[in-house]
């Protein structure tokens, strides 16, 4: 069993940034891919971005390419999502899952979930 913790959300202005970060408990993170997804009331789940076990691919959603950036440290179990130019539509829960799965857009093929951290995005 894998263990997901988010931290690093809040409220922050239109423009301004925020770094997530995910800690992994156990000794097996680096078996895993990482990635992130959020919601937003009355929207599907969708995805954000994820990054393969080794760190060698990453993958992002249209929405957030060229704003958002993901990495992973395995030494340290964490995955981060650097979130910068942040917009409005950005307001959401977001959580990070471990998959040991290929396809990494599918929220269905993750196994762990974390809780949630809610980012908010003032206008």
């Known amino acids: 069993q894998v263990q997901l913790v988010e931290s690093g959300g809040g409220l922050v202005q239109a423009g301004g940034s925020l770094r997530l970060s995910c800690a992994a408990s156990?000794?097996?993170?680096?078996?895993?891919?990482m990635g992130w997804f959020r919601q937003a009331p009355g929207k599907e789940r969708e995805f954000v971005a994820a990054?393969?076990?080794?760190?060698?691919?990453?993958y992002y959603a249209r929405s957030v390419k060229g704003r958002f950036t993901i990495s992973r440290d395995n030494a340290k179990n964490t995955v981060y999502l650097q979130m910068g130019s942040l917009k409005p539509e950005d307001t959401a829960g977001y959580y990070c899952?471990?998959?040991?799965?290929?396809?990494?857009?599918?929220?269905?093929?993750?196994?762990?979930w974390g809780q949630g951290t809610q980012v908010t995005v003032s206008s």
């Open positions: 156990g000794r097996t993170f680096s078996s895993y891919a």
């Open positions: 899952a471990a998959t040991s799965d290929y396809r990494l857009e599918l929220a269905g093929r993750y196994d762990y």
């Open positions: 990054i393969s076990r080794s760190g060698d691919s990453v």
